[in-house]
Every structure is written in C-alpha cells, then in structure tokens.
C-alpha cells in the first residue's frame, strides 16, 4: 500500500509542481497582459464551468475508479466505456445548452454581459474533457498515476504556450477570448494523449483471460448508482460555490467599492491569492486522488489495521504541509505579491489567508478518507454547512466590512469543514489525531523560524547583498529546512512512514 501509493503521489506531487509552476508564470503574464479588471471577467466563467464539469465528469470520474478498483469487477474497459458514454451524453447537451443561452447567462446568473462570448467559446471544451476526465478515473483506478500526470503537463503546456505564440505574433494585449481558446487547444492536446494511452492499455487487457465478464447493462447500473449520487451532492456544493463567485463582486460593489475596482479585486483573489495558497496543495490533492481507491479497497477487505494507518501517516504530513505554507504566507506573503506580481493588494490579502492552509490542506485529505469509506454523505453535509456560512459571511459582513468580512467567513467555514470531517472519523475509530503533536507545536515552529526569517531577509535587502528574489527564496528554503530537521530529530517525521 504505502509504494504504490508514496510512488503515485510522488508522481502526481511532480506533475502538479510543473503545471502549477507553468500556471503561475501563466497567470502573472495574464494580469499584466488582461489587467485586474479583465482578469476578474476571465475568472468569472469558471463557475459555469465548474457547475457543467460536476454534471458531466465530476461524480463519474469517481464512480469509474471505485469501480476499477473493486477486485470484483474483472473487466475495466467495460467500466470506462459506459462511463466515457454517459460523459459524453452530458457532456455534448450542456455544450448545446451554454451556447445558445450563453447571452441570458452572462446577463442573469452571471451579471456581466462580457462573460457571453467567452461561454460560447467555453461551451466546445465540455465533451473532450469528460474523456479526458474517464480515462483519468480509469488509470486512477488501477493506481497508476503516470499518464493523468503528463496529461496534465500537455493540457498546460499547449493552453499557455497557444496564448504565448498568439501574444508573441500580433505583439499587443491579448483579450479573455483568447485565453479561453486556449483552454480549448490544451485539452484537446491532452485528451489526444489520453486516448493513445487507453488504446495501448486495451490492447494489453485484450491478452488477460477473463473468466466472468459483467455485462454493460450490470456495469452501467453499478456506475449510475455511484455516480448520481455523487454528482447529485457535488452539483449542490458546485452551485453553493458558483453563487459565492457571482456574489463576491456584487457584495463588494455594497461595500462601496466601483465596478471595475470590485471585479478587480475578485480578479486578485481567485486569480492570483488562492492559486498560491493551493499551490502548497499540489501533495495533499495528489494524495487524496490516491487515497480514495485504497481506503475503498480496505473497507470493502474490513481491513481496518490498514486504514487506521493509512489516515494517521495521511492526516499527520497534511497538518504539517498546511504548517510549513502558513508560516510562509503569513510572514513572506506581501514580499510575494510585489516580487512576483507587481501587487501590493495581492501580498497582502496572501498574508491575511495564510491562517487556511492547514485547513485546506487536511480537510482535502480527510474528505478523500471518508469518500473512501463510502460515506460521501457525510462530506456533502459538512461541506455544505462551511459554504452556507461563507455566504452568509459574503451577504451579511461584506457590504459592512469590505472583503475582510468575507475572508473571516472563508477562515471560519474551513474550519468548520475540517473539524466536522475529523470528529467524524475519530469517533468512529477510523483514525486518531493529536493536535498538539501535529498542529500547534508544528505551527508555532515554523511561525517563529519564518518570522526570524523575514527579518533576516530585509536586512538583505536593504544591504543588497543578493538581488530581491534570488535573496526571498534562499531564505525561505532555510526557514523551511531548519523546522524540518527539528521535526526530524523529533521524530515527528519518521522516515519509515515513507517505506
């Protein structure tokens, strides 16, 4: 268990590092090139899509691996077919649905008329990513990470390098529809790639003796009975999430703010802020799309020696990641947004959210254990219960506080979320977890060593002793190594929790 899964995660941690560091580079081109303000516009259709994903591919992209998965089922391309089949049933009718109501969207449930060409270049990328999405589920099933992770390395690289090449040829600012176009070459690259692979591991499976093959009307039934409930409960937390996007901007125009500086300011925030602070994410994300198919299988085996483990090891090195990013973020954060984005805004809403990463982190680890369970339930209930009080938070504090009334309501529903999700398991004997261990010791380490750190660093600056950036990163890498070696010494990390 722990090889195949330490080796996914690897694989995935590294794929995830290469594309969020492309995405990076990516989005700080965008905010120059867009502007704050158009940037706020590009980010506001991501909610439609992300709405239309859970619809189309969401729910049986998991449906696909769980099913993979159980030992019981001896035929996976059947599983992928009927679940490549149901996709693109969904897929192709929203495609026709966003298109033509494009117009009445961006103008009633969006609220900016300049998002309507941009949903009708959004609306052809739905069929290709719902195959991406089931061959994904498909290699996630059989625990192999290795072709969804350079998929996600061409589907980045083809999206930026298209908007580059079209930047770098007609020499002027580049415009929101072509950055949507680009999201549209990077997945068909990468959904090209996907089906070259699955057409070779065919092949392969074509070689296996089959005793017993389900048949697809067995198949399907089984997937439809995983992936509707699913879809169903994620479609909720989808909307819940789409409603929190569309009312950021309006909220802060209450507040007081102008239209543009309010779109602006989402533009910051979803754009640029939460990316960072996700960025650290990358492992604990690779490690739940992992942990799902194995927590499933030792439930279904009753091993539960094995999940016990499985969710300590887990659970522990989230809490310790979430640590390590909010001692970063809180104190280098403002340093971050002026050298990397020009933006002292961004800095300092990125200093202000550092408190989340240990939240964010773990709560993606333990949702992945209980879904694992086959308790998806239970982390539609508690997600649903952090979303409605950060709206409540957006609708209610924002047009009094500005946008620290909504960022107190993202802290608080976080945590809500996490601790929810933690009480569950541990009063059901599924795991343990020390707090004082894996969470406030930790933080309090990492806090003190980045706070020395920073200090250190602006006395660099000032001296000029190295230029800005190369002087931010050595230091970093310092008051990240230092902790660690205490923790180490410790034996907080253990090397045999790797082996």
């Known amino acids: 268990m722990k090889n195949k899964i330490l080796k996914g995660t690897i694989i995935l941690t590294m794929a995830g590092i290469i594309t969020r560091v492309i995405g990076f580079l990516y989005r700080i081109f965008l905010a120059n090139v867009l502007g704050d303000t158009n940037l706020g516009i590009y980010q506001m259709v991501f909610p439609v899509y992300t709405i239309c994903f859970t619809i189309y591919a969401s729910g049986l992209q998991t449906a696909v691996s769980q099913l993979i998965s159980d030992p019981k089922l001896n035929q996976p391309s059947k599983v992928l077919k009927c679940g490549i089949m149901f996709s693109l049933f969904c897929s192709i009718s929203l495609s026709l649905g966003l298109f033509f109501f494009s117009d009445w969207i961006s103008l009633h449930l969006l609220f900016a008329k300049e998002t309507a060409p941009l949903l009708k270049i959004l609306a052809v990328i739905f069929p290709f990513c719902g195959i991406t999405s089931m061959i994904n589920g498909y290699f996630y099933g059989k625990r192999q990470a290795k072709v969804p992770s350079i998929t996600q390395i061409i589907e980045q690289i083809l999206r930026v390098g298209f908007v580059f090449i079209i930047f770098l040829c007609y020499k002027k600012n580049i415009s929101c529809e072509i950055a949507v176009t680009g999201l549209i070459v990077g997945e068909i690259g990468s959904n090209l790639y996907n089906i070259w ?197 957006l609708v209610i504090a924002t047009p009094h506080y500005g946008i620290y009334g909504y960022l107190f309501g993202m802290l608080l529903s976080q945590m809500i979320i996490s601790i929810l999700d933690g009480l569950y398991l541990i009063k059901r004997n599924y795991t343990t977890i020390n707090i004082t261990k894996w969470f406030v010791c930790p933080g309090i380490l990492f806090l003190t060593m980045c706070y020395i750190g920073k200090k250190v660093m602006l006395i660099c600056f000032r001296a000029h002793i190295f230029p800005d950036k190369i002087c931010m990163l050595i230091t970093m890498g310092i008051c990240m190594m230092v902790p660690i070696v205490i923790l180490l010494k410790s034996n907080m990390i253990q090397k045999r929790d790797f082996y």
Do not use: W
């Open 197 to 393: 692979n699955i057409r070779k591991e065919g092949t392969r499976e074509k070689k296996k003796k089959i005793q017993m093959s389900p048949s697809y009307r067995e198949i399907s039934i089984k997937l439809l009975q995983q992936a509707v409930p699913l879809s169903a409960t994620r479609l909720t937390i989808s909307f819940l999430s789409a409603a929190e996007s569309i009312l950021i901007p309006i909220m802060l125009q209450l507040s007081g703010l102008h239209r543009d500086y309010s779109f602006a300011l989402y533009g910051i925030i979803t754009g640029i802020v939460i990316p960072f602070i996700f960025f650290p994410g990358t492992i604990t994300n690779s490690l739940s799309v992992l942990l799902l198919p194995e927590v499933s299988k030792a439930y279904h085996e009753n091993n539960r020696k094995k999940i016990l483990h499985t969710t300590q090891i887990t659970i522990k090195y989230s809490l310790l990641l979430g640590c390590a990013a909010m001692g970063i973020f809180m104190c280098f954060g403002t340093q971050i947004g002026m050298l990397f984005f020009h933006n002292e805004r961004a800095g300092k809403l990125l200093s202000l959210l550092a408190v989340i990463c240990p939240f964010i982190y773990v709560s993606t680890t333990l949702a992945s254990i209980i879904n694992g369970l086959s308790k998806s339930s239970i982390t539609f209930r508690n997600t649903v219960i952090g979303l409605t009080i950060r709206i409540l938070f």
